[in-house]
Nanobody
Framework: QVTFVESGGGSVQAGGSLRLSCVVSGYRYTVACVGWFRQAPGKPIEGVAGIDREGTAKYTDSVKGRFTISKDNAKNMLTLEMNSLKPDDSGMYYC????????????????????WGQGELVTVSS
């Protein structure tokens, strides 16, 4: 059974920073894409960032240059550093796994995902 322990959500003003962390257990962490998607109220899910099995980081266009994703294979930990946050970044952020190369994650195709956590709430005020 895959389990996710997510942390780091919160409320910040526009321009601020937050760091999300996720520890994934019960999954072959090094042979999959791991990353984050988000969902704002009343909107479909949106892929944010992922790291594929070769360690390549991939981002959706709206967060490039502001967000940085990294993973520690020894600790099965995934981290998302979010800087220069905007109100449009607000929503629930979910740590997720995908057996592909992150295409499903980044295109917001939930059927392509294997599993995801409970989510962390991020609120950015203007």
């Amino acid at each position: 059974q895959v389990t996710f322990v997510e942390s780091g959500g919160g409320s910040v003003q526009a321009g601020g920073s937050l760091r999300l962390s996720c520890v994934v257990s019960g999954y072959r962490y090094t042979v999959a894409c791991v990353g984050w998607f988000r969902q704002a109220p009343g909107k479909p899910i949106e892929g944010v960032a992922g790291i594929d099995r070769e360690g390549t980081a991939k981002y959706t266009d709206s967060v490039k240059g502001r967000f940085t994703i990294s993973k520690d294979n020894a600790k099965n930990m995934l981290t998302l550093e979010m800087n220069s946050l905007k109100p449009d970044d607000s929503g629930m952020y979910y740590c997720a796994t995908e057996r592909g190369w992150c295409q499903g994650l980044l295109t917001g195709t939930q059927d392509a995902l294997d599993a995801w956590g409970q989510g962390e709430l991020v609120t950015v005020s203007s």
